[in-house]
Each structure stands twice: as C-alpha cells, then as structure tokens.
C-alpha cells in the first residue's frame, strides 16, 4: 500500500492565484481530512470528510474548498491564495466503521504565497 | 467542545534518563486518546493510543502512556531517552460518538547526549 499520497511537495504561488493540493489514499479509509501547520499552533483541522459526497467544514475553512467524489481522494482547493496561507499542508485518512482507528498522515504540501 | 492541551512547548531530557510529556484533554464522553511524533519535514506518524482498559498503554519505540482519568491527563513517557526521540511530539483526542480528532499545540523534545 502506497498509504496517503500527497502533491506536489512544495509549491510556491502568487497573491490570487488558485490552485489545487492533492490527496489520495489506498486504505479504502472512510474519513479524510487536511490540516495546516503553523508554527507554534500545531494542527488546525480545514475540513474533513466521513464519506464520499461527504464534506464538513473544520476550525479554519475559510479560503478554502473541498470535494470528495470518490473515497480514495480529497482534494484541497485555494481559491484565490493569500500570504496568511502560507503554511505546510497535511492530509490525512482513518476508519470509522473500526473505531477507533488513528489518522494516518500523508508527507505534507509545503506552500508559500507570496 | 473538545481540547486538547500541552502545556510545554520545549522539554529537554539528557540521553539516558527519563522522559514525559504532557497532554491534558477535555472531551464529552469517553475520549480516544492519541500520541503521534513528527521528525523534521515529515508527516506524523502514530505511536499509541488509549481505548479503554488498562490505564498504561506501550506503543512504538519503546514509548508508553498513562492515561488518568481523574486528572484528564494522557502524558507520553519514556523510561530511557534516546538523541533519536528528538522530534516534535502531538497529542490528540476523539470522542467517541464524534469523527474529528482535536490536536494539541505540539512539544519539542530535545535529548542531548
């Protein structure tokens, strides 16, 4: 199993650009999530999801969109990048019908607006 | 609403003896407690986690956990620390009647040799 997968790996963007940060994972896993890491604020959930067609919004959505057609992938879209949105990216997977499963973390987007 | 909180955001252990960080929580209901460790540049990756049961859970690296119920603490201990357990260590909590995990703020471990 290749696990959760994420690209690219870094990106850099201009103010009011849009783009797309992708999420796939082999697990047949019900809920996926991202989350950004900012120094010395830890993880702070974006959105989630606990299904295909399934979508909620987490502590810090704004700015961000998200789908979910298929289980195997969730990706993470920016609408029009602002500097505040710089940050590393993580998503991430687990089970919910084998509670309580742990997340399992892809290996990150490093992203700078500038 | 559900919390979770390190209270250090540094702790420094010399190789050798022992470690613990802290990690206290809130949660309506049972909580499903998680230790997680992030090396520079990496995803995180899961080392334990308390169901239920017994209080003192072993997990990866020779980590382990004591979960108290009464102090809603979950702390991360180690009996000897290794220079390699320097990373970055995070506790999170799920409810169980919830889907989302809440992450504390994380805490820098530093082993010196």
């Known amino acids: 199993n290749a696990g959760v997968t994420q690209t690219p790996k870094f990106q850099v963007l201009k103010t009011g650009q849009s783009m797309t940060l992708q999420c796939a994972q082999d697990?047949?896993?019900?809920?996926m999530s991202w989350y950004r890491q900012d120094p010395g604020m830890g993880l702070r959930l974006i959105h989630y999801?606990?299904?295909?067609?399934?979508?909620d919004q987490g502590e810090v959505p704004n700015g961000y969109n998200v789908s979910r057609s298929t289980t195997e992938d969730f990706p993470l879209r920016l609408l029009s990048a602002a500097p505040s949105q710089t940050s590393v990216y993580f998503c991430?997977?687990?089970?919910?019908?084998?509670?309580?499963?742990?997340?399992?973390f892809g290996p990150g987007t490093r992203l700078t607006v500038t | 609403a559900q919390s979770v909180a390190q209270p250090e955001d540094q702790v420094n252990v010399a190789e050798g003896n022992p470690l613990t960080v802290k990690c206290t929580y809130s949660?309506?209901?049972?909580?499903?407690l998680f230790w997680y460790v992030q090396y520079p540049n990496r995803g995180l990756q899961f080392l334990l986690k308390?169901?239920?049961?017994?209080?003192l859970v072993k997990g990866s690296y020779g980590f382990e956990a004591e979960f108290n119920k009464s102090q809603t603490s979950f702390h991360l201990k180690k009996p000897s620390a290794l220079v390699s357990d320097s990373a970055l260590y995070f506790c999170a909590v799920r409810a169980y009647n919830f889907n989302k995990f809440y992450f504390g703020s994380g805490t820098k471990l530093n082993v010196k040799p």
């Open positions: 991430a997977s687990s089970y919910i019908s084998q509670t309580p499963s742990h997340e399992y």
């Open positions: 697990m047949n896993h019900e809920y």
């Open positions: 999801s606990v299904g295909a067609g399934i979508t």
């Open positions: 949660v309506s209901g049972n909580p499903y």
């Open positions: 308390y169901i239920t049961g017994d209080n």
